[in-house]
């Protein structure tokens, strides 16, 4: 296994809190709820970037590069992320974004473009269909003007991101056998899949038995994601160079509690509420909110046994709740939301 001898730059605050959510677990009169505070990573507003970065960063600085290309949504945590681990080491970052136009700028700055814009990211929006094009474009200026750009693909979703997820279980293992804890199941956010590709080779290689739960954040069906998840594990196991023998049926993935990718949702806004008045733990509206109305869900429906320990893990993404306050105080007042589909979404042209 190369886990220890892979390029790596620290940039999170490690071990994370492992926490219990006592309310919740007596709201839901299910199973003992605890959470594993991955926002609270330490590199800007916290998240599961962070881990991923830590490898993706140590690659690029063992390239040479002086600068970070990358792309996602308009409002992407992980760009974020990935300025800030930028920056941390020196080196400027280019942004390819997505929005409902190419050009889109809008009016008031919030949520995490205003990070973007505060971390002095250079940024391009341009429709999904352009987007790859135009990160090849604005590497190739990049290196005609003499720099040595570094391309971060995926969103962090490649082997070495995948790394970080395999340490976080390193982590988990030790935490938990220092409390005596067992889990039976581990609910989390599934997006691009790097994080449930390396937390499902981590529950595998430690025979932990532990269930892995994937709840999308609406960017792909359960069909599309499980295939995808599966083949960045196998790419990934080879990459690290570990032994372990994964199925496609160790990939539990839920399609049906975001709707589309950042829509703002009844059902996602409960969850943010009802965190933040249980528990006073702020959640994401995008994806943190998906896999926590899929656990209430899941206890509401009764598929787990009372005797079940279940923890969920929180990647983040708080920074983007501020962007949704018209739609959660609309929600949380009862009232009908101004928009459902953001105003930044490529959903909307
Ligand atoms: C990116 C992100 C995820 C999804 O992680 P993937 O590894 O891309 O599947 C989950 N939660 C938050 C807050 C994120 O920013």
Known sequence: MKLNS???IRLANLPTPLQELP???????????FVKRDDLTGLAFGGNKTRKLEYLMGEAA??????????????????????AAARKVGMKIFMVKTGPHDGYDPEEYDGNHLLHFLAGASMK???????????EETAAELKAAGLRPFILREM???PPGVAGYVNFFIELVAQTSNLGLCFDYLVHTTGAGGTQAGLIIGAKAFHTGMKVI???????????????VFNLIQDSLQFIDMDVKVGMEDVVVYDQYADGYGYATEKKAEAVRMLAELEGLFLDPVYTASSMACLIDLCRKGAFKKENTVLFL??????????YKEPLRAFGEGKKAPWTIPPWSPDRH
């Not at 309310?23 to 709820?33: D, F, Q, S, V």
């Not at 040479?64 to 300025?83: E, M, P, R, Y």
């Not at 929180?314 to 962007?323: D, E, Q």
């Open 62 to 83: 063992e390239q040479k590069a002086d600068c970070i290309v990358t792309h996602a949504g308009f409002h992407s945590n992980w760009l974020t992320q990935a300025a």
């Open 314 to 323: 929180h990647t983040g993404g708080s920074a983007a709740l501020f962007a």
């Open 23 to 33: 309310n919740l677990t007596r709201a839901l009169k299910g199973p003992r709820i």
């Open 125 to 135: 929006v341009v429709r999904p269909e352009k987007i790859a094009a135009t990160v």
């Open 214 to 228: 994937g709840s999308t954040s609406g960017s792909r069906t359960k069909a599309e994601q499980t295939p995808r």
């Open 6 to 8: 892979l390029p790596r």
């Open 156 to 158: 962090g979703s490649t």
